[in-house]
């Protein structure tokens, strides 16, 4: 479940949160009373508002999740905090020792923790560094634990790692109920080649029910492992979010971006039951005068519902065009738990699935720090199937679904479905500036309304 990153709230429901952060970028991030139509106005120009809000964003690093409650690790875990499934927690992780929260378990519910690292963004960090996390009993046994590291590239970027307490007959120890710790440091626990700042880091849980029926307890033997042709036809573009509660949906199709040195880019791509996805990212040519080579210029990384990290790949990048895509990977099935290999067992889940794109500062010193073209190539194979049958609900209660809503909204790469077409209409309009100043403040407040519905 967890292992080693090879690396070149409430129960509303994380996709609400998605949405109402991504209304956010379309109207300008948090925009004021009196500049909302502005900021409608301006989006209907020659740069699209969301596209402006993204670079902001990720100038400003990670897009922690709005809703996210601030909470302190203990140096002890007799003074654990408790993490509660379905909610997003904002805490710190410090240079050097370890950081303790808690978990209270039954027996009979899988619970999934996932740490993601925020470190500044820079250069003076250590390829070994990262983020570790686990998961033990009362007695001080590992349930599991994952590691995320920087990789050869050696920049610091939002990494994330994740563990769990899971019922399995694979695994006898941690079965029973009772308060479970989960400890979160630093892969480099002296920090003498990395900075001393502390990071910020951004915490999950999600617990997943029982089957009503025992299952399948080994993985298919056999699926289709063919890599397939890359997407095709004309690019869309999609800016891409600064964080996971912030990412773009995209399904299907050719998206584009610009990405800059140092700059990460999230997108989530619903993958149902069933399905396989396979994702290519190809950087553009450069307008630079400049030569060189960066071996590893952009990381591509794959993480499932829950934010474990599935696979990764790397990019080169000499000035020219270069594309590579993730391994084939199997159709998401709750029996691939059962399988040895980590990349394998990850894609357990249906759900919003992410795409983390990384591109390296060291790439701005052959070819300069302006913005490089980059493109994903997103390709699903299989027909939907149904779930697994789970004897209960998971927390939150939409992680591992995928609904039509869902595919509209990533088909047009964004809001949901309804909000995009009042901004089309808007835009369509032919309407004078002040008129559009109303009628954009009217658009805002119907979305908003609409959003913050259950």
Same mark, same amino acid.
């Given at each position: 479940?967890?292992?080693?990153?090879?690396?070149?709230?409430?129960?509303?429901?994380?996709?609400?949160?998605?949405?109402?952060?991504?209304?956010?970028?379309?109207?300008?991030?948090?925009?004021?009373?009196?500049?909302?139509?502005?900021?409608?106005?301006?989006?209907?120009?020659?740069?699209?508002?969301?596209?402006?809000?993204?670079?902001?964003?990720?100038?400003?690093?990670?897009?922690?999740?709005?809703?996210?409650?601030?909470?302190?690790?203990?140096?002890?875990?007799?003074?654990?905090?408790?993490?509660?499934?379905?909610?997003?927690?904002?805490?710190?992780?410090?240079?050097?020792?370890?950081?303790?929260?808690?978990?209270?378990?039954?027996?009979?519910?899988?619970?999934?923790?996932?740490?993601?690292?925020?470190?500044?963004?820079?250069?003076?960090?250590?390829?070994?560094?990262?983020? /570790?996390?686990?998961?033990?009993?009362?007695?001080?046994?590992?349930?599991?634990?994952?590691?995320?590291? &920087?990789?050869?590239?050696?920049?610091?970027?939002?990494?994330?790692?994740?563990?769990?307490?899971?019922?399995?007959?694979? /695994?006898?120890?941690?079965?029973?109920?009772?308060?479970?710790?989960?400890?979160?440091?630093?892969?480099?626990?002296?920090?003498?080649?990395?900075?001393?700042? !502390?990071?910020?880091?951004?915490?999950?849980?999600?617990?997943?029910?029982?089957?009503?029926?025992?299952?399948?307890?080994?993985?298919?033997?056999?699926?289709?492992?063919?890599?397939?042709?890359?997407?095709?036809?004309?690019?869309?573009?999609?800016?891409?979010?600064?964080? &996971?509660?912030?990412?773009?949906?995209?399904?299907?199709?050719?998206?584009?971006?610009?990405?800059?040195?140092?700059?990460? *880019?999230?997108?989530?791509?619903?993958?149902?039951?069933?399905?396989?996805?396979?994702?290519?990212?190809?950087?553009?040519?450069?307008?630079?005068?400049?030569?060189?080579?960066?071996?590893?210029?952009?990381?591509?990384?794959?993480?499932?519902?829950?934010?474990?990290?599935?696979?990764?790949?790397?990019?080169?990048?000499?000035?020219?065009?270069?594309?590579?895509?993730?391994?084939?990977?199997? !159709?998401?099935?709750?029996?691939?738990?059962?399988?040895?290999?980590?990349?394998?067992?990850?894609?357990? &889940?249906?759900?919003?699935?992410?795409?983390?794109?990384? *591109?390296?500062?060291?790439?701005?010193?052959?070819?300069?720090?302006?913005?490089?073209?980059?493109?994903?190539?997103?390709?699903?194979?299989?027909?939907?199937?149904?779930?697994?049958?789970?004897?209960?609900?998971?927390?939150?209660?939409?992680? &591992?679904?995928?609904?039509?809503?869902?595919?509209?909204?990533?088909?047009?790469?964004?809001?949901?479905?309804?909000?995009?077409?009042?901004?089309?209409?808007?835009?369509?309009?032919?309407?004078?500036?002040?008129?559009? *100043?109303?009628?954009?403040?009217?658009?805002?407040?119907?979305?908003? /309304?609409?959003?913050?519905? !259950?």
């Amino acid at each position: 479940m967890g292992g080693t990153v090879r690396r070149p709230g409430s129960d509303e429901g994380w996709r609400v949160r998605g949405r109402q952060w991504t209304a956010r970028r379309r109207a300008g991030r948090r925009p004021a009373a009196g500049c909302v139509g502005v900021a409608v106005v301006l989006g209907l120009g020659g740069v699209p508002a969301a596209q402006a809000a993204s670079g902001a964003e990720a100038a400003g690093g990670y897009a922690f999740a709005e809703d996210a409650r601030r909470i302190e690790g203990a140096a002890s875990t007799a003074d654990a905090a408790e993490l509660v499934p379905g909610r997003i927690y904002r805490s710190t992780l410090p240079a050097s020792g370890k950081v303790h929260y808690r978990l209270e378990l039954d027996s009979t519910t899988n619970t999934y923790v996932s740490a993601t690292a925020a470190p500044p963004a820079g250069r003076d960090t250590s390829v070994i560094d990262g983020v /570790r996390i686990s998961v033990q009993d009362g007695d001080g046994r590992s349930c599991d634990s994952g590691t995320a590291t &920087f990789g050869a590239g050696g920049s610091p970027h939002p990494v994330a790692a994740w563990a769990g307490r899971e019922i399995s007959p694979r /695994r006898p120890l941690c079965r029973d109920a009772g308060t479970y710790y989960v400890t979160v440091a630093r892969t480099d626990p002296d920090g003498k080649n990395s900075s001393p700042t !502390p990071w910020d880091i951004e915490l999950i849980t999600v617990s997943e029910p029982a089957l009503e029926e025992p299952g399948p307890t080994e993985a298919p033997k056999e699926w289709n492992s063919a890599s397939p042709r890359p997407a095709t036809g004309d690019p869309e573009r999609r800016p891409g979010g600064a964080g &996971f509660a912030d990412a773009t949906s995209i399904g299907q199709g050719v998206w584009r971006d610009d990405i800059r040195p140092g700059q990460t *880019l999230f997108y989530k791509v619903p993958v149902d039951w069933g399905q396989q996805l396979h994702a290519t990212a190809e950087l553009g040519s450069s307008s630079s005068a400049g030569g060189g080579y960066v071996a590893a210029a952009l990381d591509l990384d794959l993480y499932n519902p829950v934010r474990g990290h599935v696979e990764d790949v790397g990019v080169g990048y000499d000035g020219g065009q270069k594309s590579r895509s993730l391994a084939p990977l199997p !159709p998401v099935a709750h029996v691939n738990r059962h399988a040895a290999g980590g990349q394998v067992a990850a894609m357990r &889940f249906a759900g919003f699935h992410y795409l983390v794109a990384h *591109l390296s500062p060291e790439v701005a010193d052959d070819f300069g720090d302006g913005p490089v073209p980059l493109t994903l190539r997103i390709r699903l194979s299989g027909e939907a199937q149904d779930g697994p049958g789970y004897a209960g609900r998971p927390v939150p209660s939409d992680v &591992f679904t995928v609904t039509g809503e869902d595919r509209e909204t990533a088909a047009q790469g964004g809001g949901t479905p309804d909000d995009d077409a009042a901004y089309r209409a808007l835009a369509a309009g032919g309407i004078g500036t002040g008129s559009a *100043l109303l009628v954009g403040l009217g658009v805002w407040t119907l979305v908003a /309304r609409r959003r913050a519905r !259950p």
